[in-house]
């Protein structure tokens, strides 16, 4: 279900949704969950099965109830694209909510802020704690990691008989965290994987540490 | 004026030209004249044009005496080509009679080339005579009072039906055919098609089954008897030819003498990447042929594919390296010589093809044979006897596609909008959708309306709109202006304009290539070294380079397979290398050392005999099954094998198909004994089987892709300013995962497996080839090595299919490793 590291001297638990638990802080953060998506389409004539929308709400639901946190951070691409209906229905979401929320902005993020601050939600570029900090876009700085998403990150595993499978993936390097994309009808990109970097692929409910072993590097 | 006055206008014509008309031309006027439908069946550059453009044109004389005075404006008669590339050719053959015949008329061409001056400028007034695709003819029915531009038009000619029959332009081309039959009160509807297997029932297809139209219709066969001879290549130290390779570079030199002795030679090629490779080769080995050679394929601009027509026409050219873009329409008269590179795959195919040669009539056809590899001179030899015999495949008419019924609908929802019961007569009385039930027409009415089938709560969807009395219309300017971009059936890989940076238009390149590349890369394209620039709104940008590159731009969409007539040409001609020497046809004998290599390591099956082979190797444990029925029946052969296989015990597999077996390739051994024991061949549950089979590969998600951008339910982009074909592609994906987990029933992701179904796999092919192979004996052969047979196929990396019956989670237990290239 989860699977546990450290980064800097904290703890932290990586869960199957895409979600991830600072433990000290009780911060939970989830990323590209792009709600609103299927809406969007449906309402430019795509006939996308409407009840897999319902589906984005249950996985957040499976994260929260993991932890239990205090503080929730969106790490952008909370909502696809322009107001639809489905922000009703997150209304209703974010109103049976205690713990704080945040929203990192997105590129996809383009309802307005006010709408957020109505419901309580912060919404910020950036957010900060101690050595680390939250973009929706991945960033380097000297001497403090990173935690973002925007890349959908995935990776691709390859076995003897010609074998391969893609798989949704945590990315880490020295410096920064992607975290996978949580929404149901979103894509992935296959990261290019280096030996510097650690990648935590999800399968099913168990999130699986992938051994990194080069031909050549 | 009487049918005798008239057919002396057109005898006096031809008598002007030196010509007489073939009894084929004047049975098809006479039975224009008497107001009858028909197929004609005539080869191109048989005057097959001059067969109908007459008869229309008299049409009009009979109708207006004083037509050279004056002129009666208004469409009368459509003629619908696959190949906008044609129109020019059909435009000016058209310009000729209606000139000569002093007539007043007027000839226009509407396609995706025209101007929107030009077609503004028809909407006003249509030529008398109109030359388009079926896509613009449907582009033409998502016009506002469309049925006031067709209403006076008298004739409709589907010219090359046999091309547009087998796909899904053949379906847009029905129901264009079923509301024209409504709107035209006198309207004749002609096909012109080369031979086919399945002549009747296209007449069926095009005229609809048990219509009126049907009826009153003929068959008209040009019966030329043409002599075609075929000459086979074989290179005279066999023992060096590859056993594989598909571009058979190596025979080079064995095609000089041939171009040179020849007026005007073709070498058709398979793929357009192979025709960029020959012609650079060609160049580079014979520098004295520059500017005598020249290159034609789909992919490149338009003026310069007309030059190289014109360029052929005025005997300019020693040579031209072409693909299928020279197969259809355009006479050209000065080509003496053809050369095939590689299998054709299809006797009907290397027919037309032989026939480009000695175009005029009463010529000999004479068309060189070029071997890639050394199994292909099997083909080769089995190719002769199909000559021979004339023995030509059928084109399997599609059914039920809702995919472009749903596009159909929408169509005629954003220019006058439809009444449903209408519509639904004329549609079920297509070919297509003869069986279709009320239900299913209800379904598709609920997918229009609501994207679904019932109201559901929170949901926006927006595309047709039900008005009050009834009618079903588009109201919103954005969704029809997004079906029209969208009109057309065609689904390939999506094309990104090739240009100099500094402009210049170069031609079209199909962006998984693109995807391969990096700034600064250089690739072949259009027979120049272009260095790689950037993407930019669906345009490569590139400049000349001089250096050197081994990069050789590619196009994925173009894969054939043997027809069922040309796989039992093949097994007998493969049989034939048992028998004395005598008894065999130059090819086969010259391949006698890789007969004798293949029987030392396994054996050259009899026809009693089915083979497998097994070996080991670095890439896994290999299994090699050589039905040799064509590679659509094996690549459900090997789907159905491959999970019947799995049942016995959890295993993956990765499969490799060509014309000849299959490969069931994993990474742990199959036990083939006990596949021998559970009898495995059996055709009991094959159908079950089948579909299950197909769960666990990826063949109907491909097929799903079209599918879900015919119906309009992916948005492919704006020309020039879409989304990339990643988008697209992770879209189509990513729905049909969200209909497999959501929507399993809805009928456009069924379709994709019934496609999968009748059209990929080609499951009535498949019961028989099983049938047969359960009279034969199974000889199990384990190698030490790949055979000769097992090489083209162990070696294919590219089209490789999966399936697997395990637990991803065990797959990548196993998977420990994780590679980097």
């Not at chain 2, 379904?443 to 559901?456: A, P, Y």
């Not at chain 2, 039905?627 to 799995?646: D, N, Q, T």
Request: charged share 25%; hydrophobic share 40%; glycine share 6%.
């Amino acid at each position: 279900m989860t699977h546990p590291i450290q980064i800097k001297e904290e703890s932290f638990q990586l869960h199957y949704s895409g979600a991830l638990f600072w433990e000290n802080q009780s911060l939970l953060m989830m990323s590209d969950v792009h709600l609103g998506k299927i809406s969007h389409f449906r309402k430019y004539g795509a006939a996308v099965p409407q009840h897999a929308l319902l589906k984005n709400f249950e996985t957040m639901d499976v994260a929260i109830a993991q932890f239990d946190p205090k503080h929730v951070v969106f790490m952008g691409d909370l909502f696809h694209s322009s107001l639809n209906k489905e922000w009703e229905l997150f209304e209703d979401w974010v109103g049976q909510k205690k713990m704080q929320l945040t929203l990192v902005e997105g590129n996809h993020d383009i309802i307005s802020p006010v709408k957020y601050e109505a419901l309580g939600i912060t919404i910020t570029p950036e957010f900060s704690l101690g050595n680390f900090f939250m973009t929706h876009h991945p960033e380097e700085r000297e001497g403090q990691f990173n935690f973002s998403g925007h890349l959908h990150p995935a990776v691709r595993l390859t076995g003897l008989g010609r074998q391969s499978v893609r798989l949704r993936c945590f990315y880490k390097s020295s410096v920064q965290m992607i975290l996978p994309a949580m929404g149901e009808f979103t894509g992935s990109h296959t990261m290019a994987v280096t030996k510097e970097c650690e990648v935590f692929a999800i399968l099913g409910d168990t999130v699986l540490p992938v051994q990194v072993h080069g031909r050549k590097a | 004026m009487n049918r005798q006055q008239l057919f002396e206008i057109a005898n006096s014509w031809f008598t002007n030209q030196d010509w007489k008309p073939f009894p084929f031309q004047k049975d098809t006027w006479k039975a224009f004249l008497q107001g009858k439908n028909g197929l004609l069946n005539a080869p191109t550059g048989s005057g097959k044009t001059y067969a109908l453009w007459f008869p229309i044109v008299l049409n009009y004389i009979k109708q207006n005496p004083n037509y050279k005075t004056k002129h009666k404006k208004g469409l009368k008669a459509i003629w619908i080509t696959p190949l906008r590339a044609l129109s020019q050719e059909i435009k000016q053959s058209a310009e000729r009679v209606v000139t000569d015949l002093e007539t007043q008329m007027t000839v226009g061409i509407r396609s995706g080339d025209t101007t929107t001056k030009t077609r503004a400028a028809q909407k006003k007034q249509m030529p008398d005579l109109l030359i388009t695709t079926p896509e613009s003819l449907q582009l033409l029915l998502a016009t506002k009072g469309y049925d006031k531009i067709f209403k006076d038009c008298q004739a409709i000619v589907v010219d090359e039906w046999h091309e547009i029959l087998g796909t899904k332009r053949g379906v847009q081309m029905e129901l264009a055919l079923s509301r024209l039959k409504s709107i035209c009160k006198k309207l004749r509807i002609w096909g012109i098609s080369a031979t086919i297997g399945n002549m009747e029932q296209a007449r069926e297809v095009l005229l609809g089954p048990a219509s009126k139209a049907l009826e009153n219709s003929v068959l008209i066969k040009a019966n030329l008897n043409k002599k075609i001879t075929v000459k086979s290549i074989i290179p005279n130290k066999m023992e060096t030819f590859p056993w594989r390779g598909h571009l058979g570079l190596h025979l080079l030199e064995y095609v000089v003498p041939i171009i040179k002795n020849s007026r005007t030679t073709l070498l058709f090629t398979n793929t357009r990447s192979q025709c960029e490779i020959w012609f650079q080769k060609i160049l580079e080995k014979h520098p004295e042929f520059a500017g005598e050679i020249a290159m034609h394929h789909g992919s490149i601009n338009k003026e310069t594919r007309i030059w190289v027509e014109n360029a052929i026409r005025n005997e300019s050219l020693k040579a031209v390296v072409c693909t299928s873009s020279l197969d259809l329409g355009v006479d050209f008269a000065p080509v003496e010589t053809v050369v095939q590179i590689g299998g054709p795959k299809g006797v009907a195919r290397f027919l037309q093809r032989a026939g480009r040669s000695g175009h005029r009539p009463g010529k000999e056809s004479v068309i060189y044979f070029l071997p890639t590899h050394a199994i292909e001179l099997i083909e080769a030899s089995a190719l002769q006897k199909a000559v021979k015999h004339n023995t030509v495949e059928d084109r399997i008419p599609y059914l039920n596609s809702y995919d472009v019924l749903l596009q159909y609908l929408t169509t005629l929802a954003i220019s006058d909008g439809f009444y449903p019961n209408k519509i639904f007569k004329e549609v079920s009385e297509t070919f297509c959708y003869q069986a279709m039930s009320e239900d299913y027409w209800q379904w598709l009415l609920n997918f229009l309306v609501m994207g679904s089938q019932s109201l559901q709560s929170y949901d926006e969807y927006k595309k047709v709109e039900i008005e009050e009395d009834g009618k079903f219309k588009v109201n919103n300017r954005g969704v029809a202006m997004r079906h029209r971009f969208q009109i057309g059936t065609i689904v390939g890989d999506v094309n990104l304009t090739v240009k100099y940076q500094k402009g210049g238009y170069i031609g079209t390149i199909e962006e998984y290539f693109v995807s391969k590349l990096n700034k600064g890369d250089v690739f072949t394209f259009a027979g120049r070294n272009l260095e790689f620039i950037r993407i930019k709104d669906m345009q490569v940008h590139v400049k000349n380079s001089k250096k050197k590159t081994s990069k050789v731009s590619s196009w994925m969409g173009s894969r054939l397979t043997l027809s069922a007539q040309m796989s039992e040409l093949l097994r007998n001609e493969l049989y034939s290398s048992g028998e004395a020497m005598e008894n065999q046809s130059v090819e086969i004998r010259s391949l006698a050392h890789i007969f004798e290599r293949q029987r030392r390591e396994s054996i050259v099956p009899q026809p009693d005999e089915f083979l497998i082979e097994t070996f080991k190797s670095r890439d896994g444990h290999h299994a090699v099954f050589y039905p040799f029925e064509g590679r659509f029946v094996h690549e459900a052969m090997g789907s159905l094998l491959g999970y019947r296989i799995s049942l016995l015990s959890p295993i993956t597999f990765s499969l490799a198909f060509n014309d000849y077996g299959f490969e069931l390739l994993s990474d742990k051994p199959i036990d083939m004994q006990q596949v021998l024991d559970n009898n495995l061949f059996t055709t009991d549950f094959l159908l079950d089987d089948l579909q299950k089979s197909l769960n666990a590969t990826e063949m109907a998600r491909r097929k799903f892709r079209d599918i879900a951008i015919i119906s309009g339910m992916v948005f492919t982009g704006y020309p020039n300013k879409g989304i990339k074909m990643k988008h697209l592609q992770s879209n189509s994906q990513l729905l049909f995962e969200v209909f497999r987990d959501y929507e399993p029933d809805n009928l456009l992701f069924q379709q994709a497996f019934t496609e999968t179904f009748e059209h990929q796999l080609e499951e009535g092919r498949l019961r028989l080839s099983m049938e047969r192979i359960a009279t034969q004996k199974i000889i199990w052969k384990q190698c030490e090595k790949p055979t000769p047979f097992a090489f083209p196929l162990i070696t294919d990396r590219l089209s490789r299919e999966r399936l697997s019956s395990e637990k991803l989670e065990d797959r990548i237990r196993r998977m420990a490793a994780l590679l980097m290239k």
